[in-house]
C-alpha cells in the first residue's frame, strides 16, 4: 500500500507497514523509473532493519521493469549521493528516513548527476504514477534488467579526501557519535585510507536499525543525545566530538570545552575554511539567523548570499549565484564540488584541516562567535494558520526591517527574528538573535508575547 501523505516536502517517509509497505515500495520504484526514464539506476538503504524488504521489492519491481540496478547496499546517504554520480547512473534512490525512530522508513530520490527531486520537481509526478500503478498490474519488460552490487566506499573515501591537504591534518582525538548508523565506520576507512594521524574514540558506532540511542531517535539535536556526546568529549579529554543523524547528512561538532556548536556557528566556521581555499567566493545561507555568518564573510572578503531553506532550494540557489558552499542551521552543508549536495564528511575533514592550518583549538574558533552573537536556537509553536500570523506580525513589527525571503525576518540594531511556516506540519518556527544577552531575552519577549496573543502555543516537540 501506499499512503498518499507520505510523499513529503523532499522525500518520502511513512510509517511501515501502515502506511508504507513491500508492494508499495515496489510501485514507487517503477514510478520513479518511469519519470526519469531510467536505463539504470543506483539503489542504497540506510540501516532500518525494514530496509532490506522494502529495498528487495524496489529491486524486484525495476529489474522486472528492464532497469539495471547497481545495488550499493547499507551506506550513508552522502555515499549515495556521490555514487549515483561516481557510476553515471540516470539517478536513484537510498531507502531511509534520516533522523525518524526506527518504525519510519521511505524513499530518497536523486536524477542524474546526484540532482535532487522534490515535490515541486518531480516527488508529485512519482506519486501520481506509483498510485496509477497500484490498479493497472503493468506488464514485465521483455529483457529483465541486470543486477550488480558494486562497492564504492573506497572510492567514496578517495573522493572526500580529495577536499583537503591531509598533510595539514595534526593529530588529533575525536569523539565521534555515529547514532547507529554507518558514519563512524566510514570515518574509520578515511581515517585509515589517508592515513590521518586521529585517534578516534566511538560511542553508537555499530550499525543498528532498532536505534539503541536514548530516546530511541538517531537525532544529534536530541538533549539526550547531544548530552552524552558532551559528557564524553570531556571525559575523554578529546579534542573535539562530532555527530551525525542516523543516515549520515547532517554533522555537528562539539569543542574541547564540551560546547555543543550550532550548525549556525559551525557554518561561520566553515566558510572561513572554504574562503582560505577559494578566495571571494560566494556562501549561501538561510534567513533563520545570519549576523554570525554574514559578517565573518564579509571580514574574510566573501559574498553572502540569502536564500530559503531546503534541500532541493538551496543547490539552485548555489547554481544560480555561483556559490562554493552553503550552510543550513539545521547543519547540511553543501558543496558546488559535491555536485551541489549536501555531505556529513567533507565538514569534518575540511574542519580538520582548519585547525591544523591555524594551529588553534576549535574553542578558539568558537569563542569570537559566542562572545558576538547570541542565537535563540529554533523553536516550535502550533496554529490552524501559520500564513495568517505571519501575516499580522508583519503588522506588529512595522518599526523593523522586514524581509520575506523565508517567512518574515525582520531586523532592529540590537536584535533580529526569522518566522516561518513548516513544510510538512501546522507549525511556525521561531529564531531570535541579538549582539548581547540582554538584547535577546528582550527580542524573544515580545515575540513570544505576540505569538500568545496570535494564539500559537509553544510546541510539545
Excluded at 520504484?29 to 539506476?41: E, G, K, P, T, Y
Excluded at 552522502?78 to 518504525?103: C, M, Q, R, W
Excluded at 510538512?424 to 531570535?432: A, G
Aim: charged fraction near 20%.
Amino acid at each position: 500500500m501506499i499512503a498518499p501523505q507520505i510523499f513529503k516536502s523532499y522525500d518520502v517517509r511513512g510509517i511501515i507497514p501502515t502506511e508504507l509497505d513491500t508492494a508499495g515500495a515496489g510501485l514507487i520504484a517503477r514510478a520513479f523509473a518511469d519519470m526519469v526514464s531510467a536505463r539504470r539506476l543506483v539503489l542504497a538503504r540506510d540501516v532500518r532493519a525494514t530496509g532490506a524488504a522494502l529495498a528487495a521489492a524496489a529491486r524486484q519491481a525495476l529489474l522486472s521493469a528492464g532497469v539495471d540496478v547497481l545495488d550499493i547496499g547499507v551506506v550513508s546517504t552522502d555515499t549515495f549521493y556521490f555514487a549515483v554520480s561516481h557510476l553515471d547512473a540516470d539517478g536513484g534512490f537510498t531507502i531511509s528516513a534520516s533522523h525518524n525512530p526506527k518504525e519510519w522508513n521511505g524513499f530518497n530520490f536523486c536524477r542524474r548527476g546526484s540532482q535532487p527531486v522534490s515535490l515541486a520537481s518531480g516527488l508529485t509526478e512519482v506519486r501520481d504514477r506509483a498510485l496509477a500503478l497500484e490498479k493497472l498490474h503493468p506488464a514485465p519488460a521483455a529483457r529483465p534488467g541486470e543486477y550488480s552490487q558494486p562497492d564504492v566506499r573506497a572510492a567514496y573515501a578517495d573522493y572526500v579526501l580529495g577536499f583537503v591537504d591531509k598533510s595539514k591534518i595534526p593529530p588529533l582525538k575525536l569523539v565521534a557519535h555515529g547514532n547507529c548508523g554507518m558514519q563512524v565506520e566510514m570515518l574509520r576507512r578515511i581515517r585509515d585510507a589517508g592515513r590521518l594521524p586521529l585517534a578516534l574514540h566511538a560511542i553508537y558506532d555499530r550499525p543498528d536499525g532498532n536505534f539503541p540511542v536514548p530516546g530511541g531517535i538517531p537525532n544529534p539535536l536530541l538533549p539526550a543525545n547531544r548530552g552524552e556526546l558532551i559528557e564524553t568529549v570531556r571525559r575523554e579529554h578529546a579534542d573535539l566530538g562530532v555527530a551525525w543523524d542516523a543516515d549520515g547528512d547532517r554533522c555537528f561538532f562539539v569543542d574541547e570545552t564540551g560546547y555543543f556548536v550550532s550548525g549556525y556557528f559551525a557554518t561561520a566556521i566553515l566558510a572561513q575554511s572554504v574562503l582560505l581555499h577559494t578566495p571571494g567566493a560566494a556562501v549561501v545561507i538561510d534567513p533563520r539567523s545570519v549576523w554570525a555568518t554574514e559578517e565573518t564573510i564579509a571580514r574574510l572578503g566573501g559574498r553572502t548570499v540569502i536564500s530559503r531553506a531546503g534541500m532541493t532550494i538551496i543547490p539552485d540557489a548555489m547554481r544560480s549565484s555561483g556559490a562554493e558552499f552553503a550552510g543550513e542551521m539545521s547543519a547540511h552543508f553543501y558543496f558546488r564540488r559535491n555536485h551541489y549536495r549536501d555531505n556529513g564528511m567533507i565538514p569534518l575533514l575540511l574542519l580538520l584541516e582548519l585547525l591544523g592550518l591555524k594551529q588553534c583549538r576549535l574553542s578558539d574558533l568558537v569563542r569570537p562567535l559566542r562572545e558576538r552573537y547570541f542565537p535563540s536556537g529554533e523553536r516550535n509553536f502550533t496554529h490552524a494558520d501559520p500564513p495568517a500570523v505571519i501575516q499580522a506580525a508583519a503588522g506588529r513589527f512595522a518599526d523593523g526591517a522586514a524581509d520575506w525571503t523565508d517567512g518574515l525576518s525582520v531586523a532592529y540594531p540590537e536584535w533580529r527574528f526569522n518566522l516561518r511556516p513548516s513544510n510538512t506540519e501546522p507549525l511556525l518556527r521561531l529564531n531570535v538573535e541579538a549582539r548581547s544577552a540582554a538584547a535577546l531575552a528582550a527580542g524573544e519577549h515580545r515575540v513570544e508575547a505576540f505569538l500568545q496573543e496570535a494564539g500559537a502555543l509553544p510546541a510539545a516537540h
